[in-house]
C-alpha cells in the first residue's frame, strides 16, 4: 500500500496546508493510497474523515520531530511510505512517482550537490528504522534532521536522478533569481511543464504566492 504521510506541529502551518496537501495527491494520481497525518494537534483539518492522524512519535518542539517518523512500528511493513512537507504542492500526475519501491530516497539540495533535502522522501519501514533507534535528544546539526539522514543513510536513491525534471523547487526553477546560477551543481531544470511536484524551502511560502495563476490552479 502506498502510505502518504506529512508533519504538522506548532503554528507555522495552518490546517489549511493539510487539507490542500491531500488534495493535491488525490486529484492527482489513480493509486490507492492511505494518508495520515502526525501532528500535535488536529483540529481545523477539513478532510479529516479522510485523513488519518496520530501523535507526534517523537516531539523535539523542532524540525529534529521528523525523525520520529522513521520508526518501523508506526506502519505496515509492506506499505512503501511516501512523506511531503506541507509546503509541497502537487502540479501533475503522481502515478509515475508512486511506482518507486526502494529502500530510500530523499531530494538532492539545490545549492549543494553533497547535501540532502528532506521536504520529500521515500522509504520502505524496516530500511530506515536505524536513523529512528540511532537518535538521541540533544543532537545537533547545522542542516537539521536533513544533517542526520547525510550521516546515518549516505547513499540514498536520489529524487533529481530517478525522476529527473518532474520534483523542482519553487525558488530555483520557477522563481529563478540567479539560484540556478549559485548552485555548484548541474541542474534538472524543469519547469511547471515537466513538474508533478513543486517543493518550497524557506520563503515565500505557498499562502504567499497563492495569487499566482499556477497556484490558483493547484494549489486548492
Request: glycine share 8%; aromatic share 16%.
Amino acid at each position: 500500500m502506498i502510505h502518504c504521510i506529512c508533519l504538522k506541529f506548532g503554528t507555522k502551518y495552518s490546517p489549511e496546508y493539510v487539507d490542500k496537501l491531500f488534495r493535491g495527491i488525490t486529484r492527482n494520481t489513480s493509486k490507492e493510497f492511505l494518508f495520515t497525518c502526525f501532528t500535535d494537534n488536529s483540529s481545523g483539518i477539513l478532510e479529516a474523515p479522510n485523513i488519518n492522524t496520530a501523535p507526534l512519535p517523537l516531539d523535539t518542539g523542532d524540525w529534529f520531530s521528523k525523525i520520529g517518523l522513521y520508526a518501523a512500528d508506526l506502519y505496515d511493513p509492506v506499505d512503501q511510505i511516501f512523506y511531503f512537507d506541507l509546503d509541497t504542492v502537487i502540479v501533475g500526475d503522481l502515478d509515475r512517482i508512486f511506482e518507486y519501491s526502494g529502500d530510500f530516497i530523499i531530494l538532492r539540495d539545490p545549492y549543494n550537490k553533497h547535501r540532502y533535502g528532506s521536504g520529500l522522501m521515500s522509504w520502505r519501514p524496516h530500511a530506515v528504522n536505524h536513523m529512528f533507534k540511532n537518535f538521541t535528544r540533544g543532537y545537533t546539526n547545522r542542516r537539521g534532521d536533513q544533517g542526520w539522514c547525510e550521516e546515518q543513510y549516505p547513499n540514498a536513491d536520489i529524487w533529481q536522478e530517478k525522476y529527473p525534471n518532474m520534483i523542482i523547487s519553487y525558488k530555483v526553477h520557477i522563481k529563478g533569481s540567479g539560484a540556478i546560477h549559485n548552485s555548484n551543481w548541474p541542474q534538472h531544470y524543469g519547469t511547471l511543464d515537466t513538474a508533478s511536484i513543486v517543493y518550497f524551502h524557506g520563503r515565500p511560502m505557498p499562502h504567499e504566492v497563492a495569487h499566482l495563476p499556477w497556484m490558483r490552479t493547484h494549489w486548492t
